[in-house]
């Protein structure tokens, strides 16, 4: 079958971000794994891949069963679910994971986000306005960079993370 443009288009993009990750994983020289949070979300889910590709790339010597081996030790992800998590996200999440053979752990943030909740409404003060439904996902997804930033910072891994892009034009991505 005949590869449309936009596909191998795709495919180059896919190509070029995890060239560009494995090269700044040994260019850097301090890293010893990769993290993912995992959503069970399509961003998450490339982004795992990017990842995935990258060391492979950077483990080019190994391949086969010694390749998914060793991602046990160098691709980790975690799932951070709250109430709006859903059975079929964790179990795309875990899916995947178990795919590729990375490390999964599965972490819940509830009690953070309703701390994080209580904390911006007391911000607003009696009387200020209601949280938005957006500020309530946002929430989420801040708790959980925070976490695997925590986690990166001591594991000596590199944190790939998601965003969007009216984020990046602001300074910030969850």
Same mark, same amino acid.
């Given at each position: ?5 936009r596909?191998?288009l795709?495919d180059?993009?896919y190509d070029?971000?995890?060239l +560009?990750v =494995?090269?700044?994983y040994?260019?850097?020289? %301090?890293?010893r794994? !990769?993290g993912v ?10 982004t795992?891949l ?8 950077i483990?080019?010597e190994?391949e ?8 046990k030790?160098?691709?980790f992800?975690?799932y ?11 179990? +795309?999440a =875990? ?6 053979g %990375?490390?999964f752990? !599965?972490l ?6 309703l ?5 911006t409404?007391a911000m607003l003060?009696?009387g ?5 439904a957006?500020t309530?996902?946002?929430v989420?997804a ?14 000596g891994?590199?944190?790939l993370?998601?965003g969007?892009m009216?984020?990046k034009?602001?300074g910030y991505?969850?």
């Amino acid at each position: 079958t005949t590869r449309s443009a936009r596909d191998e288009l795709l495919d180059d993009f896919y190509d070029a971000l995890s060239l +560009a990750v =494995a090269d700044y994983y040994r260019k850097i020289g %301090a890293f010893r794994s !990769i993290g993912v949070a995992l959503s069970g979300g399509r961003d998450s889910l490339l982004t795992l891949l990017v990842a995935w590709n990258a060391l492979r790339l950077i483990h080019a010597e190994l391949e086969g069963e010694a390749l998914f081996a060793k991602m046990k030790t160098a691709l980790f992800t975690f799932y951070m679910p709250t109430r709006f998590s859903s059975e079929g996200t964790k179990g +795309a999440a =875990a899916q995947i994971a178990q795919d590729l053979g %990375a490390s999964f752990t !599965i972490l819940p943030i509830e009690e953070a986000f309703l701390r994080e909740l209580e904390a911006t409404r007391a911000m607003l003060g009696e009387g200020g306005p209601a949280l938005t439904a957006i500020t309530e996902q946002n929430v989420q997804a801040r708790v959980r960079g925070t976490r695997m930033w925590n986690w990166s910072n001591t594991s000596g891994a590199l944190f790939l993370q998601t965003g969007n892009m009216s984020e990046k034009a602001l300074g910030y991505t969850t």
